[in-house]
């Protein structure tokens, strides 16, 4: 299973762009890149998802490199109110006998005002 | 208003006092699963079920049961819970995996704390 890691923790002045990445390097063809948070105790709340294109929506961009070795999940105007545990998770499906959701630690992020 | 409701919010019981923990959701999801997270480890997969009748083991399954008799209900059984259950848990559903997977919608959760 493809697996994926990320900055612990990072900062982002209000207002600014956050740029969240995360490195699935073992990721294969069929494995889509998922981007969910967690705000305080709640449950996880899903952003955004690609493939291999980049995706927008009122959310937040996803950036997938050409390798899909990696992505950048871009928050562009950065409120308090999206601090928050941003993960990044690599989803594997075989058909319909087989589904598995590996959820990492995943970065923490700080708006700071 | 879609959503996916668990039953209990918070919940402290003993150790071998078997318990349930509801999640229903009203969205015809065909794909339901439980997490457990604990400070450290992040959240962990426990059981999915990709459809009714079908359900699979997840990550960390020991000491929980699962079944999904009509598709809206996936409860969790702890058939006699240990202190080391104490966690938070999350229900989540999705409508379906791989290319028609769009998005999962997880539940507000349940803190359990057995004694």
């Known amino acids: 299973d493809a697996k994926t890691t990320q900055p612990t923790s990072m900062d982002c002045a209000e207002g600014r762009a956050a740029n969240l990445p995360c490195n699935h390097s073992t990721i294969s063809g069929n494995e889509y890149v998922y981007w969910y948070r967690q705000i305080h105790s709640q449950g996880p709340q899903y952003i955004i998802h690609?493939?291999?294109n980049n995706e927008t929506n009122e959310m937040a961009s996803l950036i997938i490199t050409e390798d899909r070795k990696s992505s950048t999940l871009i928050l562009p105007h950065a409120t308090l109110r999206d601090t928050a545990v941003y993960y990044c998770i690599v989803r594997v499906a075989y058909g319909t006998s087989y589904d598995k959701v590996i959820f990492g630690p995943g970065t923490s992020l700080s708006v700071i005002p | 208003e879609a959503q996916v409701t668990q039953n209990p919010r918070y919940l402290i019981t003993v150790t071998g006092k078997k318990l349930t923990v509801t999640c229903s959701q009203n969205?015809?999801?065909?794909?339901m699963s439980w997490y457990r997270q604990d400070p450290g480890l992040g959240l962990r997969q426990i059981y999915y079920?990709?459809?009714?009748?079908?359900?699979d083991k997840g990550d960390v399954p020991e000491g929980y049961k699962v079944s999904r008799k009509e598709k809206r209900n996936f409860p969790l059984i702890l058939e006699s819970p240990s202190p080391n259950q104490t966690s938070l848990y999350f229900c989540?559903?999705?409508?379906?995996?791989?290319?028609?997977?769009?998005?999962?919608?997880f539940g507000q959760g349940t803190r359990l704390t057995v004694v």
């Open positions: 079920s990709m459809n009714v009748e079908v359900t």
């Open positions: 690609g493939l291999k």
């Open positions: 989540a559903s999705s409508r379906g995996t791989g290319a028609l997977n769009t998005e999962a919608f």
């Open positions: 969205m015809n999801h065909e794909y």
